[in-house]
């Protein structure tokens, strides 16, 4: 668990930094222009900077809850290996979609939490969730479905400068690795990886309609 603990205390080091050093913060955002001109490093540093302290802590709030699973189930290693795998597949997928927008810019470690939320949501879909203090749990499940439907919102709405699209790459990156590792999960529980898939190609229906 200490190299969680690192990683949550490496991205917010990264953060604050960014916060305080506005120069530091656009150099290695994710920025389509400068990435397509070469800058290929910011679809990774882009991963450890973010908006507020609310971004921030909602992320590494998630993950450190959702962490654990995937540790335990796949060991620290293949964890990290998730994670960034999520990462790039996030920043990844958000080129494709912004890729003629050269001003559009995010930030956040959205794809590579979404990655390990649904890695967890897929080995332990019934476990209960207390989001915001609230005593009502929610099933994990829920959670992840309700997750990428708000983040189709936030990518058509474009108004938080925050990377949603990221959370389609990570969670594409999340449940197929889990499923490689895991693939009896796809007749166990069939309604759940269809449901978990849904919100997926509803967003790319979505765009390709608007292309």
């Known amino acids: 668990m200490i190299i969680l603990y690192i990683l949550i205390g490496i991205t917010a080091l990264i953060s604050w930094k960014g916060w305080e050093d506005t120069s530091f913060f656009r150099k290695y955002m994710f920025h389509v222009g400068s990435i397509r001109a070469g800058e290929h490093f910011r679809m990774l540093t882009s991963g450890f900077l973010h908006g507020d302290l609310t971004h ?96 189709i919102y936030g990518m058509k709405a474009q108004n938080d400068g925050i990377g949603h699209a990221a959370h389609f790459g990570g969670a594409i990156a999340g449940l197929f690795f889990t499923l490689l590792k895991v693939p009896h999960l796809i007749f166990k529980q069939p309604l759940l990886v269809a449901g978990l898939i849904l919100p997926i190609v509803i967003l790319f229906f979505m765009e390709r309609k608007r292309k």
């Open 56 to 151: 921030l802590a909602f992320n590494m709030i998630s993950l450190y809850f959702f962490a654990p699973v995937v540790i335990y189930q796949f060991g620290l290693y293949t964890f990290l290996f998730l994670y960034g795998s999520s990462l790039l597949a996030g920043s990844m997928l958000t080129l494709y979609f912004y890729k003629n927008q050269y001003h559009y810019t995010a930030i956040g470690a959205s794809g590579a939490v979404t990655g390990i939320i649904y890695a967890a949501i897929l080995l332990y879909p019934d476990m209960d969730l207390y989001l915001f203090f609230i005593p009502i749990p929610i099933k994990a499940y829920l959670f992840g479905i309700g997750y990428l439907l708000y983040s």
